[in-house]
């Protein structure tokens, strides 16, 4: 079994109303404190690998997060480039390109922004992640026996120790990426068209998005644990989630 758990950065420097895809920017002393945060959540839990993006924000999450341990970067996890829209607000785009712009609001899968990628573009980086993490993660460790802990692989799982976990052969794998990567990526492991990402899914910073994998299972037949968990960002007493 591969237990994937999906986290985005925290806040960066070009902020959230601007498209800053290939923007390579640190994060904000928000961001640090974000990630913080989510380092404290999953203080104790074993995590077997863990991959990020290369870009600056990724990076400093996933090593704020690994406290020490060793941090994988893929390129494949890069954020989708936006082009000439890069660093723009909404409004600014709406001035400069509005027809693309309407194009690119009701199917943002094929309609490319100018010079840049398109959400199946992305797509197929998120596809060859997957396929390469699952071919990697599901070659049987020594001793392990791997099996459905439920006739019912959609049912609750119930509650497995970290040692029965581990003994079971569950490899568990931190990915640090960003916001719209992760919403295709999503789309991609649960067969959801592309073009939904943006309506479909939520990916708050530093957020808890995790996805598991039963033996034998494709790319696009993960099962969804856990939806942009952000309770380790939120106060007593607020909702805890985005």
């Known amino acids: 079994m591969l237990t994937l758990i999906l986290s985005r950065h925290g806040q960066a420097a070009e902020g959230d109303a601007m498209l800053g895809g290939q923007l390579d920017v640190p994060l904000l002393p928000a961001g640090r404190r974000e990630a913080e945060a989510l380092a404290d959540r999953l203080a ?6 863990i991959v990020a993006s290369p870009m600056l924000r990724a990076l400093e999450t996933a090593q704020t997060v ?24 909404y409004a600014e785009i709406d001035a400069r390109d509005p027809d693309l712009r309407a194009r690119w609001e009701h199917d943002p899968a094929a309609t490319h922004a100018p010079g840049g990628e398109s959400g199946d573009d992305v797509a197929a980086r998120a596809l060859h992640f997957l396929v390469d993490l699952i071919a990697v993660e599901e070659l049987p460790s020594s001793g392990a026996q791997y099996h459905r802990h439920s006739p019912d692989p959609g049912g609750s799982r119930g509650i497995v120790s970290e040692a029965q976990a581990e003994a079971d ?25 592309t073009r939904d990402y943006r309506r479909r899914f939520l990916q708050d910073r530093a957020n808890l998005t995790v996805l598991r994998y039963e033996r034998g299972g494709s790319a696009d037949e993960a099962q969804l644990v856990l939806a942009n968990d952000v309770g380790h960002l939120r106060a007593p007493g607020q909702a805890p989630w985005g």
């Not at 994988?72 to 723009?88: A, M, P, S």
Request: net charge positive; glycine share 12%.
């Open 44 to 49: 104790g839990v074993r995590l077997d690998r």
């Open 169 to 193: 052969g569950e490899r568990r794998v931190l990915v640090v990426a960003h916001g719209t990567f992760n919403r295709i990526l999503l789309c991609v492991a649960l067969g959801i068209p």
């Open 66 to 89: 690994a406290r020490g341990r060793p941090i994988e970067l893929d390129e494949r996890l890069r954020e989708l480039d936006y082009g000439r829209w890069e660093g723009l607000t």
